[in-house]
């Protein structure tokens, strides 16, 4: 119940394709949901992040929808470029201090 | 403004040895938690301090310890290492150290134990 499962593993996408990264949970007492992008040699960095009361947010490029009843949540990148190539990590959290984190997903934008 | 930083960047020890892992949050931040990353997965939270006092602690053996001094910066204690404890260690600052309060990750130390 406290595992959060990301998929796919990897993914390669055209420049100025969508980029779409999925992942599921099965905790319902999970209330926030970041996506951290990392680069090489470089800590996660946050991206985005949203809480189950909204169905969708949007920053720039960069949107999370939500799915409450199907306890899963994926992270869209518009108009991919080389410079979004990173791994991009999922989260999920229920208490004050403990995030829960999905196995990462290595995006390799193609110019 | 520094981010956060953490010392050493690269560590080899062998197995059976201790490390001291060290990291300084951004300036104003009062809360440090600490991260193992294995290769290939998501990180893994081992504890949270916040003002001093550990605020959560993560599925780690008690061979994992750490604590926040009064500037705080914190440490990061692995006793009687063994080869699966090679990973990067991740240190994040957060200014109360609520989840939702944006954690801002240090580089890592890259351990290796042999």
């Known amino acids: 119940q406290q595992q959060v499962k990301q998929s796919p593993q990897s993914l390669i996408v055209q420049k100025g394709g969508i980029s779409i990264i999925n992942c599921a949970y099965e905790?319902?007492?999970?209330?926030?949901f970041p996506w951290y992008q990392q680069f090489p040699g470089k800590g996660p960095a946050l991206l985005i992040a949203?809480?189950?009361d909204v169905s969708e947010k949007k920053e720039g490029r960069f949107t999370i929808s939500f799915n409450k009843s199907a306890k899963q949540f994926s992270l869209h990148i518009m108009d991919s470029q080389p410079g979004d190539s990173a791994t991009y990590f999922c989260?999920?959290?229920?208490?004050?201090?403990?995030?829960?984190w999905g196995a990462g997903t290595k995006l390799i934008i193609k110019p | 403004d520094a981010g956060v930083t953490q010392s050493p960047t690269h560590l080899i020890k062998t197995r059976g040895q201790h490390v001291t892992l060290r990291c300084s949050p951004i300036?104003?931040?009062?809360?440090v938690s600490w991260y193992q990353q294995v290769l290939g997965q998501g990180p893994q939270f081992i504890f949270q301090?916040?003002?001093?006092?550990?605020?959560g602690r993560g599925n780690f053996p008690d061979r994992f310890s750490a604590r926040q001094f009064p500037n705080y910066s914190s440490e990061l204690n692995v006793n009687a290492l063994l080869l699966g404890d090679s990973a990067l260690y991740l240190c994040?600052?957060?200014?109360?150290?609520?989840?939702?309060?944006?954690?801002?990750f240090g580089p890592g130390t890259r351990l290796t134990v042999l």
């Open positions: 994040a600052s957060s200014l109360l150290g609520g989840t939702t309060d944006t954690q801002y």
């Open positions: 989260a999920a959290s229920y208490s004050n201090y403990q995030l829960i």
């Open positions: 905790n319902t007492a999970f209330d926030y």
């Open positions: 949203i809480r189950p």
């Open positions: 301090y916040y003002e001093k006092e550990e605020r």
């Open positions: 300036s104003g931040h009062k809360s």
